[in-house]
């Protein structure tokens, strides 16, 4: 197929229409915070798991002579500032591609949206894989990390399948942009599963941008948070490639745990964790204390990602579906990379 595109080896067609497909992430060393807001640089790195669910699908169609990008949503209009943002992530590339004409963005998408579930990574990864190939730009795996970097951070490690980390590069402006990409990460044999739990599917109190702004700068444990988090990466890196997916998981929920704190911190306090959160948590540490290598992650929102291994999934699944505020399971596995999926018509 003319423009096919797999973890970055990508023959752009420079069509009028192409459609990609991404999944989200889940980072299990997060990325909370940036350096840089107009090159989208972060504090930290990062590393996570592309999972196998709830892809976004993103059809990106030029079209020359309308006066400005119109952009669809789930077979509705986008609200305004998704919409803002969307025009200004096909700025960036119309820039990189020097080209002035624009476009009408389909986009559909499966997972609850701003519920904590990183809808914005798989969202941003198509668009980037999509609008680079309608663009005529011809971009491999790392130089499209950073083009999705620029709409959202996380979504540039949904430009990969598997688990991937982001580094957070040198210094800032356009330094900071070439050494700021994501990469698949070596990891020995593991079979691991992510048991996502649901407890609230409704938007977010706080946008992530927003929040992760605030707790940088009001909160007294966000440095301590980010220097352990460098400590964490190089962690999970070691237990990822020696196939330590119990010491994995064991590092995952500190970082996690440790964000959250440093939200708590934050003057006044962001809260996303809610009764059923801790309950989750709870059970999570049971399930340990019963011998079941599960640790738990949390994201900008309520719901829990539990890590655990494959042949464990269906059980934790089970405990964590029977606690009254969880409202729906979902088992994931490590996921694809951001793809061209058809309709690179001329
Ligand atoms: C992460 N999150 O590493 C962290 C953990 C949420 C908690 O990346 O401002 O939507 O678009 O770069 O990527 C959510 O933040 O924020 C996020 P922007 P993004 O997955």
């Known amino acids: ?49 592309t999972l196998d669910l709830f892809p976004t699908t993103t059809r990106v169609e030029l079209v020359p002579d309308a006066a400005t990008d119109v952009v669809r949503f789930n077979g509705g ?25 624009h476009a009408i963005v389909e986009s559909v998408n499966t997972v609850p949206t701003a519920a904590g579930l990183a809808s914005s990574a798989a969202g941003f990864a198509a668009l980037a894989v999509a609008a680079a190939s309608v663009y005529g730009l011809c971009l491999d795996g790392r130089a499209l990390s950073r083009l999705a970097r620029r709409g959202s951070g996380s979504a540039c490690r949904s430009v990969f399948g598997g688990f991937v980390q982001w580094h957070a590069g040198l210094a800032e402006g356009r330094m900071g942009d070439k050494t700021s990409y994501a990469e698949p990460v070596p990891v020995g044999a593991l079979d691991p599963a992510l048991v996502i739990t649901v407890v609230d599917p409704g938007p977010k109190r706080v946008p992530s941008r927003q929040a992760m702004r605030h707790t940088q700068a009001t909160s007294p444990l966000y440095g301590a948070w980010a220097r352990a988090g460098e400590a964490d990466l190089g962690e999970l890196r070691r237990a990822l490639r020696q196939g330590d997916l119990d010491r994995a998981g064991m590092i995952a929920e500190r970082n996690a745990l440790g964000m959250h704190a440093s939200m708590l911190a934050a003057r006044p306090a962001i809260r996303y964790l809610t009764g059923g959160s801790l309950a989750v948590l709870d059970r999570v540490a049971r399930l340990r204390e019963q011998g079941v290598p599960a640790h738990a992650t949390i994201d900008a929102g309520p719901n829990v990602a539990v890590l655990c291994p494959r042949q464990d999934a269906a059980g934790v699944a089970q405990e964590l579906g029977a606690i009254g505020d969880v409202q729906s399971v979902h088992i994931a596995g490590p996921g694809p990379a951001a793809t061209v999926c058809g309709g690179e018509d001329r």
């Open 1 to 49: 197929m003319d423009g096919l595109m797999r973890a970055g080896v990508m023959t752009a067609t420079g069509g009028r229409g192409v459609t990609a497909r991404a999944y989200p992430n889940i980072a299990l060393v997060k990325y909370w915070g940036k350096r840089d807001e107009k090159w989208m640089l972060p504090v930290t790195g990062s590393l996570s798991m």
């Open 77 to 101: 209009s986008a609200e305004d500032v998704t919409a803002d943002r969307i025009r200004r992530f096909l700025e960036v590339v119309r820039a990189l591609a020097g080209r002035s004409a």
